[in-house]
């Protein structure tokens, strides 16, 4: 019992997703910084609102025990600007470098590849073997 559990820590993809979700829990707090100390006082300020999370519309205003109805459109606006930050910094910071080494990888198995192979027949020579197998095969008939 000991061995599996032992086997499934040790693999590597549990190992990493531990460290994906390190790192992105402290990236969180980065993009969090940027959204809230940023973007969204400069967009409270482009629609004269104190605070981004606190912009929206007064349905109906508080009437005794009864609270407001606001809907809060700034709070729509903030999470979708969170949710581009990350998208915009993960495929810059991740995905471009990686497809980027990829490719170089792929070039270089690829020349690799080539010097190992030998070279491939060109058309005329396999219309030529096509040609001496069939004059065979009417010979051999």
Same mark, same amino acid.
């Given at each position: 019992?000991?061995?599996?559990?032992?086997?499934?820590?040790?693999?590597?993809?549990?190992?990493?997703?531990?460290?994906?979700?390190?790192?992105?829990? $402290?990236?969180?707090?980065?993009?969090?910084?940027?959204?809230?100390?940023?973007?969204?006082?400069?967009?409270?300020?482009?629609?004269?609102?104190?605070?981004? $999370?606190? $912009?929206?519309?007064?349905?109906?205003?508080?009437?005794?025990?009864?609270?407001?109805?606001?809907?809060?459109?700034?709070?729509?606006?903030?999470?979708?600007?969170?949710?581009? /930050?990350?998208?915009?910094?993960?495929?810059?910071?991740?995905?471009?470098?990686?497809?980027?080494?990829?490719?170089?990888?792929?070039?270089?198995?690829?020349?690799?590849?080539?010097?190992?192979?030998?070279?491939?027949?060109?058309?005329?020579?396999? /219309?030529?073997?096509?040609?001496?197998?069939?004059?065979?095969?009417?010979?051999?008939?």
């Amino acid at each position: 019992m000991l061995k599996g559990f032992r086997e499934f820590i040790l693999r590597g993809n549990v190992i990493d997703l531990a460290v994906a979700v390190v790192i992105g829990t $402290a990236f969180t707090a980065i993009v969090n910084g940027l959204v809230t100390g940023i973007f969204n006082p400069v967009i409270a300020l482009i629609f004269n609102a104190g605070e981004l $999370a606190k $912009a929206g519309v007064e349905l109906r205003p508080p009437e005794g025990h009864t609270p407001a109805v606001l809907v809060s459109w700034g709070l729509v606006i903030s999470a979708v600007m969170q949710f581009l /930050l990350v998208a915009i910094v993960v495929y810059f910071a991740l995905i471009v470098p990686m497809n980027y080494a990829k490719r170089i990888r792929l070039r270089r198995k690829g020349s690799e590849a080539e010097a190992d192979a030998p070279a491939a027949p060109t058309e005329l020579e396999l /219309l030529t073997e096509i040609r001496d197998l069939l004059a065979k095969q009417n010979n051999a008939a």
